[in-house]
C-alpha cells in the first residue's frame, strides 16, 4: 500500500466514523441511563417517577417497567404516546441488548432500550434533539502517519481470559484470544486484546498520551484480520474514542492495567471536548 492510498483509507474510514456520531442512533444522542429496581420503574416527566424523562409534550407518566426474575415488562399508559415501531406500544416483555435486537421505544424524540451489564438492567435513552448532536463539529485527531500501520503477531496466554473494568465499576472476565504483541522504539510491546469481528482482534488500550492530548480512559482500535502468515496489522490511525468521551450515561471498559502502556502513541482520534455540556438526567 502506497503512503497516499494509506491516507485515502484513513480518510474514508474517519468520515464513516463522523457519519456514525452524527447518526440518530449515536454516541452524542445518548442523555440518560436508569438502572432499574426490582417491581416497578415509572417513566414520564413527573419527579416522582423513578425514572424522569425530559422531551417535549412529555407526559407526567408514560409508562412503567416492571423488573422481575431478570425480565422487563412494559405497561404502557393510554394515550401518553409511547410507540414500538410507530405505532402505540402494547403491554409487553422488553428484550435487552444480549437478546439480540432489542425492544426500541419512542417517546417523542426519545429513543429508549434496554441493556444487561452482569446481573444489572438499565434503560438506555437516546434524543435525536441531543444539545451534543446539535453542536458536533468532528472530532481532532493526529496527522495521518503510515509509521502506525504496525505489523505485529498474536501470543497465546494465561488461560485465555483477562478482567475488564467498566468505567461504572463491574468487573468481568472477557475471553481473549491473547496478546497483540509488536515493536516500536527499539523494544517489544503488548496488548492484550478481545475477539473483535470477523477475525480482527479488538485492542482496548492506553498510552502516554492519555490525560492530555487523549481521553484519560484510553483508546480503541480493531485490527485487520488475521493474515495466513499469522501476522496481524494495527493501524493506530484507526484509533478511536470510547463512548463515554461522548456521553456521561456509556458504560464503557477500561484498559487492564498491562494495556496502559509507556508510550506515545501519536495517532489517531484526540480527546473531544463538547462546547456545553447538558445537565445530567436521574442515573439511578
Known amino acids: 500500500m502506497t503512503p497516499s492510498e494509506h491516507a485515502a483509507q484513513v480518510e474514508a474510514w474517519h468520515r464513516e466514523r463522523d457519519d456514525r456520531l452524527r447518526s440518530p442512533d449515536g454516541w452524542l ?11 416497578d420503574n415509572h417513566i414520564g416527566a413527573h419527579p416522582a417517577n423513578e425514572i424522569v424523562l425530559h422531551a417535549h409534550g412529555m407526559q407526567p407518566r408514560a409508562g412503567t417497567l416492571h423488573l422481575e426474575d431478570g425480565e422487563v415488562h412494559l405497561v404502557p399508559h393510554a394515550d401518553a404516546g409511547l410507540l414500538r415501531g410507530g405505532k402505540e406500544a402494547d403491554e409487553m416483555r422488553l428484550l435487552a441488548d444480549t437478546d439480540g435486537d432489542p425492544t426500541i421505544l419512542e417517546l417523542g ?14 434503560l438506555r435513552v437516546r434524543d435525536r434533539e441531543a444539545p451534543a448532536l446539535g453542536s458536533f463539529t ?24 483477562v478482567e475488564i473494568v467498566d468505567v461504572t465499576g463491574r468487573v468481568s472476565r472477557e475471553a481473549s484470544p491473547g496478546r497483540f504483541t509488536f515493536e516500536r522504539g527499539g523494544r517489544e510491546w503488548g496488548i492484550t486484546a478481545l475477539d473483535g469481528e470477523d477475525d480482527t482482534l479488538w485492542l482496548v488500550f492506553g498510552d502516554a498520551t492519555n490525560g492530555r492530548e487523549t481521553y484519560g480512559g484510553g483508546r480503541f482500535l480493531y485490527t485487520e484480520p488475521k493474515g495466513a502468515d499469522g501476522t496481524i496489522v494495527a493501524d493506530f490511525n484507526l484509533a478511536y474514542n470510547p463512548p463515554c468521551v461522548f456521553s456521561e450515561f456509556a458504560t464503557c471498559p477500561l484498559p487492564p492495567a498491562e494495556n496502559r502502556l509507556n508510550l506515545r502513541i501519536e495517532a489517531g482520534e484526540r480527546m473531544w471536548h463538547p462546547p456545553a455540556r447538558r445537565q445530567p438526567s436521574h442515573a439511578g
Not at 444522542?29 to 417491581?39: A, F, H, K
Open 29 to 39: 444522542t445518548l442523555v440518560g441511563l436508569y438502572w432499574l429496581e426490582e417491581g
Open 138 to 161: 468532528g472530532v481532532d485527531r493526529f496527522a495521518t502517519d503510515p509509521g502506525w500501520r504496525i505489523v505485529g503477531g498474536l501470543e497465546p496466554m494465561g488461560d485465555g481470559t
Open 109 to 122: 424524540s426519545l429513543r429508549m432500550h434496554l441493556i444487561r451489564r452482569g446481573e444489572r438492567i438499565a
